[in-house]
């Protein structure tokens, strides 16, 4: 009895001693700081109205899905919407063996983030709607990693494999990057400050532009970078984000592009001009005179 109570003390003791050993008081937390949130600037824009004045034409807009394009259709409706009221269709390309045939009845081509690369027999489809006259309207970003430089590259196009970001000036996020320099161009007309989700840089032609606090992630250096080019016959367009085109991304003049950008895809109808050799002026009093089909007042 008395060996169990001595084996009971010596183990009461061991615990005593580790107790005062490692014990070092009542724990008292501190008080908790909350962050000054009325006083954190966050640059967040909403998008704004911007008025969409366009002229009516006629004509297909083929937007290729055969290629295992990254993209969801729906997110594009905003644009698709401007192309509609301009007076044109979408369709969309399932099947690539169908590509020429379908550029031969079509005004425009856009191709976004193709997983898939495209051919040397799809390229030279594309090259040859090109040379007649079609237009090209090529979108990619760096978070879906694709095949969008085999088709841009036969045109001097290359998107780079990089994403642009600003630590000075954003909007609310390093990636959002504003986007203040533009050249003189159709795409560029009446945009003053855009902004731009997860871009890459894109070689070529350029006409956006960074600022030269921008850096790039492959590069990591600051530098001006172009965002977006168009080809010297202004008929082959390479933007290097696509988010801009979805709501509620549409903020400050991304609107305004995106209408510029329906435009290019959709222009409006030429009318043909009525020209001296055409018209048959009268020297008697009636004001109307008879061109086969056609009709012309004369004004005396």
């Not at 009895?1 to 008081?25: C, D, E, H, S, T």
């Not at 967040?44 to 969801?72: A, Q």
């Not at 856009?110 to 237009?135: D, L, M, N, Q």
């Not at 894109?202 to 956006?208: L, M, N, S, T, Y």
Request: proline share 4%; net charge negative; no cysteine.
């Amino acid at each position: 009895m008395k060996r169990i109570r001595f084996i009971g003390q010596v183990i009461a003791f061991i615990f005593l001693v580790q107790l005062l050993f490692f014990y070092r008081g009542i724990y008292i937390p501190l008080p908790l700081i909350e962050p000054d949130y009325l006083n954190i600037n966050v640059n967040i824009s909403i998008p704004i109205e911007t008025n969409d004045s366009f002229s009516h034409g006629s004509g297909k807009v083929l937007i290729d899905l055969s290629h295992g394009n990254k993209f969801t259709a729906d997110d594009l409706n905003l644009l698709f919407s401007r192309i509609i009221a301009r007076g044109y269709d979408i369709e969309y390309l399932r099947d690539s063996t169908n590509l020429k045939k379908n550029l031969s009845f079509s005004t425009s081509f856009v191709e976004i983030s193709p997983a898939s690369a495209f051919s040397k027999e799809e390229v030279e489809s594309v090259k040859e709607f090109t040379e007649g006259g079609g237009r090209l309207l090529m979108l990619s970003e760096p978070i879906n990693r694709n095949e969008i430089n085999s088709l841009a590259s036969e045109f001097g196009i290359l998107f780079w494999n990089d994403y642009l970001y600003n630590l000075k000036e954003n909007d609310g996020n390093f990636r959002y990057i504003y986007l203040k320099e533009f050249s003189e161009n159709n795409i560029t007309r009446g945009l003053h400050k855009i902004v731009f989700y997860t871009s890459s840089s894109v070689f070529g032609p350029g006409i956006i532009f960074t600022d030269n606090n921008t850096y790039s992630s492959s590069k990591g250096e600051k530098g001006r970078y172009s965002v977006a080019a168009l080809t010297e016959n202004s008929n082959i367009l390479a933007i290097g984000d696509v988010t801009f085109l979805y709501e509620p991304y549409n903020v400050m003049d991304n609107n305004r592009l995106i209408y510029n950008i329906a435009d290019f895809l959709a222009p409006p109808a030429i009318v043909p001009a009525i020209t001296a050799t055409n018209m048959t002026i009268e020297t008697n009093t009636s004001n109307v005179t008879s061109m086969g089909n056609e009709t012309a007042t004369i004004i005396k």
